[in-house]
Structures are given as C-alpha cells and as structure tokens.
C-alpha cells in the first residue's frame, strides 16, 4: 500500500505558473508515477506520466507547459505548470502503479487531489 499525499495547488491568473508536489509513503523506485486531472462535470484525464528511469510521456494539451519529474530519494513527484490556463481548472491527482519489467502490475493508487484554478 503506497500513501500519496499533493499539495501546490491554488488560484492563479491565467498565464501563470504552479508546481504541484507528491509525496508517498514508501520507495517510488519501482513505480510508474502519473499526475490526472479532473474539471467538474467531466471525466478524469491523464495528464502527464513517468517512469522510473526518467522517460516522461505528456498528454497533447499540457505538453510544452506542464514539466512533470521525480525525486527517487525524497519519494516525491512533481508536476511543474507554466502559461496556465483557465481550461486547466481542476483537481489534480497523483496516481502510482507498480511496475515489473514493461509491465503495469497490482492496484492503481491515488492521493487525495489538489484543487488547481486558473482565473481569467
């Protein structure tokens, strides 16, 4: 069981910059780490992942803004947002799953989501 704590989201202006942090409970070496979002009224959608040995994969609508990196040492993610926008509004997520060889293994596991608004 991994515990994955967020924090760093808030109200900014549109154009604006936000780092969002996870912290989780145990070793993230082996884990594939990822940040989703959700605005209300939708569904949840992936934003950006990242493997253990750093290769990172970014949905179309964050990709050239949103930097996602990880900290092996301090268990921690990160999800580094710049020129945000007001159709960025919405809880973030940090999602982890273990992963053996090239493979996704075991139980999803999800923080509890920080509240990110863009304002016009």
């Known amino acids: 069981q991994v515990q994955l704590v967020e924090s760093g989201g808030g109200l900014v202006q549109a154009g604006g910059s936000l780092r969002l942090s996870c912290a989780a409970s145990?070793?993230?070496?082996?884990?594939?780490m990822g940040w989703y979002r959700q605005a209300p009224g939708k569904q949840r959608e992936w934003v950006a992942v990242?493997?253990?040995?750093?290769?990172?994969n970014y949905a179309d609508s964050v990709k050239g803004r949103f930097t996602i990196s990880r900290d092996n040492a301090k268990n921690t993610v990160y999800l580094q947002m710049n020129s945000l926008k007001p159709e960025d509004t919405a809880v973030y997520y940090c999602?982890?799953?273990?992963?053996?060889?090239?493979?996704?293994?075991?139980?999803?596991?999800w923080g509890q989501g920080t509240q990110v608004t863009v304002s016009t």
């Open positions: 145990g070793s993230i070496i082996s884990m594939r």
């Open positions: 990242i493997i253990s040995g750093g290769s990172t």
């Open positions: 999602n982890a799953r273990r992963v053996q060889g090239t493979f996704l293994v075991g139980a999803d596991f």
